[in-house]
C-alpha cells in the first residue's frame, strides 16, 4: 500500500470560522474513499484546498511525497490531480463531445494549436469518443452541453473530471440534486470508473448505502477536523460517528 | 455545402466590384472591411474568450500611427502594414499582461483607461503624433518586394485589392483559429473559467494570447487606414471608437463566426444611410441595437440560423 496524498496541519479560515482545521490525513493509493460528514463540516474546502481551488492559511499537502501546498490548480492537474464540482461546472455552450475533447487535448498538451482542425487531432478525438461512451452520452454527442438535462450533466462532469486521466480524483457530490434513478445512475458510473480505471477516487457523499457499500476507506469529518477514520465497518460501529451524524439509521 | 457557395460568390462579387463601382462605393467597402477585421478580433475577445474590451480602439490607433511613421519615414506599403500590425501586438501584449489579470467589469474599466492612455499620448505627444491636427500628407507607397513585384498604389481600385487580400487572409486565419485547439481552450475558458483551469489550463496564458490576437487584429485594421486617408488624427485612439466593433458585434451577433462580419456590414450601411437624414444617426442605431439585443439575444445572424446557433 503507497500513500497517493498526505496533509499536515492543514488549516483554512474564513474569518472567525475554522472551515478546515489542523486536518492530518492520508489517502492510500487504489482506495475508493468517501469524506462524510454534516452540513459545513469542511468536505468542499478540503476538496478545494487538496485541488488548488483554494490556498491554505496552514499546513502542507503532499501528493507522492512532493509538497504541492501552493501549486496552481492546473499544475495539479498535470501530475495527476482532477476533480468534479458541486455546483455544476461544465462548459454550458460547446458540445457535449466539446467538453469532453478538451480536457483530452490539454492532457496531450494539444491544446494551443492555433491553425489545425479539431478533427485532425485523431488521438484526442478517438479518445473523447471513448470516454463519451465510458459516461453513457454516446447520443448527446452534438447537443450543446447547457441543454442536457441536470442528471446528464451529472455525468457529463464526471466525463471531463476523468478525461484529464488523473491518478487520483475528487468527486464532489456526484449525485447531488438528482432523482433517485439519476442517482443510481451516476454512482453505477462511479462504480464502473473506479473498477475500470487505475484511478484512485476520493468521493464526497451524502448517501450511507452508497458509502458504505463502495468505500474501502471512510473520513468522518465534523466542525472543520477529521472526527475519525477507518473502514466502514469500523466508523459503523463508531459511538461518535453515529451520535453527531449517522444516527440510528445504519 | 450552400454556404460554401455563398461565400465563394460573395468573394467573386467582392473581387469584381471596382470593374462597375464608382471611387466611393469602393471607399466605403474599404471601411466596412476595416471594420469588419477590427471586430472580428474583438469578438475573439468577447465572444470566443467571454472578455469585454473598450480599448480596442488604442491598438487600432497603434496600428494606424504605427503604419504612418514607417509610411512617411520609409514608403513601402508592406513595410508599413506590417510594421503597424506588429506595434500593435507589441501594445496588446504588454498592455495585456496588465488587463488580463481581471474579468468582466475591471477588466472593461482597465481596457478603457488603457486605451485612453493611448488616446491621450496621440493627442499630446506633439512630436511624435503630430498632435491635433494628426499626421498628414502620408504617401499610399507602393506594394513593393524588392526584385519580385512592385505595384503602383495611386488608383483607389489597387489599393482596394490589397486591403481585400488581406482582408480574406485575416478573416481565413481567424476561421481557421476559431475551430481549433486553441480556439476550443478560449470557448473554454468564456464557459468556466474555473473549469478550464481544473482541466490543466493556465486561463491567464490564454487570456493574453487571445488579447494579443485581438489587439493585432485592431491593429491589421488600424495600419490599413492611413494609406487610403493620407492621415491619421486621434480620434481614432478615442473611446468613441472603441464602441464601433462593440455595436457591429452585437448587431451581426456575438456567438457566430460571420456576427462581426456581417455587423460591421450593417452599421456600415446604416450608419450610412441615416446620416443623410439626421446628424443624431447615434440615437437611431442605438434604438436597433436595443431592439436586436431586447429581442434576438444572437444578433441578426441567429435570426437566419435559428436560435442557439454557434456558426
Known sequence: MKEIIRTEGLGKYFGEMAAVHQVN?????????????PNGAGKTTLINLLSGYLLPDAGKIFFRGTEITRMRPEKRVKIGISRSFQVMNIFPRLTVFENILLPVLSRLNKNARPFSSLNSQKEAVEEAERILNEVWLRE?????????????????????????????????????????????????LVKKLSAERKTTLAIVEHDMDVVFSLSDWIVVMNRGEILAEGKPDDIRNNQEVRDIYLGEEI | MKTRLAILSLIIFLAVLPAFAGKYLLYVTIHILLLS??????????????????????????????????????????????????????????????????????????TLSFGMMIFSLAWKWRDMTGGDDGLVGIPRAPLEIPGLLRLNMAPMENY?????????????????????????????????????????????????VSFTIAGMYAGLAGALLPPLESTVTPPVAHWSFSAEPVLAT???????????????????????????????????????????????????????QGKGGRG
Open chain 1, 25 to 37: 490525513f492520508t489517502l492510500q493509493e487504489g482506495f475508493f474513499t468517501s469524506i462524510i460528514g
Open chain 1, 140 to 188: 448527446e454527442r452534438d447537443l450543446p452541453a447547457g441543454q442536457l438535462s441536470h442528471g446528464d450533466q451529472r455525468l457529463l462532469e464526471l466525463g471531463i473530471a476523468v478525461a484529464a486521466n488523473p491518478q487520483l480524483c475528487f468527486l464532489d457530490e456526484p449525485s447531488s440534486g438528482m432523482n433517485p434513478i439519476e442517482r443510481i445512475k451516476v454512482l453505477e
Open chain 2, 37 to 110: 477585421i477590427f471586430s472580428l478580433g474583438f469578438n475573439l475577445l468577447f465572444g470566443y474568450t467571454g472578455l469585454l474590451s473598450f480599448g480596442q480602439a488604442g491598438f487600432y490607433a497603434v496600428g494606424a500611427y504605427g503604419c504612418a511613421k514607417i509610411l512617411l519615414a520609409y514608403p513601402s506599403l508592406l513595410a508599413g502594414i506590417i510594421g503597424g500590425v506588429a506595434l500593435a501586438g507589441v501594445a496588446s501584449l504588454v498592455l495585456g499582461i496588465l488587463c488580463i489579470r481581471h474579468t468582466r467589469i475591471y477588466f472593461s474599466m482597465l
Open chain 2, 160 to 208: 482596394y485589392y490589397v486591403v481585400l487580400v488581406f482582408s480574406l487572409l485575416a478573416i481565413y486565419l481567424f476561421h481557421r483559429l476559431v475551430h481549433s485547439p486553441l480556439g476550443l481552450t478560449l470557448q473554454g475558458i468564456r464557459d468556466s473559467e474555473t473549469r478550464t483551469a481544473c482541466v490543466g489550463i493556465s486561463v491567464r496564458n490564454y487570456r493574453l
Open chain 2, 250 to 304: 452585437l448587431l451581426g451577433g456575438i456567438y457566430t463566426f460571420s456576427g462581426p462580419i456581417v455587423g460591421a456590414f450593417l452599421f456600415y450601411v446604416l450608419k450610412d444611410i441615416i446620416v443623410r437624414f439626421t446628424q443624431y444617426w447615434l440615437i437611431c442605431l442605438g434604438a436597433i441595437v436595443l431592439v436586436l439585443v431586447l429581442g434576438f439575444r444572437g444578433g441578426v445572424v441567429s435570426i437566419f
